[in-house]
């Protein structure tokens, strides 16, 4: 089990698996075994996690000053953005999910075209 403090082998987001009897989501004590998709690819603490509005795409920021975008269902990273030049400590969609909002140790918030991965402020 995870504890405080150290960094996980994924995101820390789990899923339970639907073909069992468990209709619970995960808890970071459950083993890593028992996750549907594991979200790797961060080189440091992963600080926030946030979904979509559909659902289908996960935002994380890390302590690695990046900012990850993935594909739910399979877990593979469709994008990366080299967001910040410290530690990213917040990220979330606006309403309809076209962008993303990131924020970071460096005082900057960032808005980010989710389509196109551009910065637009």
Do not use: Y
């Not at 953005?81 to 969609?93: E, I, K, R």
């Amino acid at each position: 089990a995870n504890t405080v403090g150290q960094p996980s082998t994924g995101t820390g987001v789990e899923s339970s698996n639907t073909n069992s009897n468990s209709t619970n989501i995960g808890s970071m004590t459950d083993n890593v075994s028992d996750a549907l998709v594991e979200f790797k690819g961060h080189s440091n603490f992963c600080f926030s996690v946030q979904f979509s509005p559909q659902g289908n795409l996960l935002v994380s920021g890390s302590f690695d000053e990046t900012v990850k975008v993935w594909d739910v269902r399979t877990g593979i990273c469709v994008s990366t953005l080299p967001a910040h030049s410290d530690p990213v400590t917040g990220v979330d969609f606006n309403r309809d999910g076209t962008c993303i909002v990131s924020c970071s140790h460096d005082g900057l918030m960032r808005i980010w075209d989710v389509a196109t991965n551009e910065c637009l402020k």
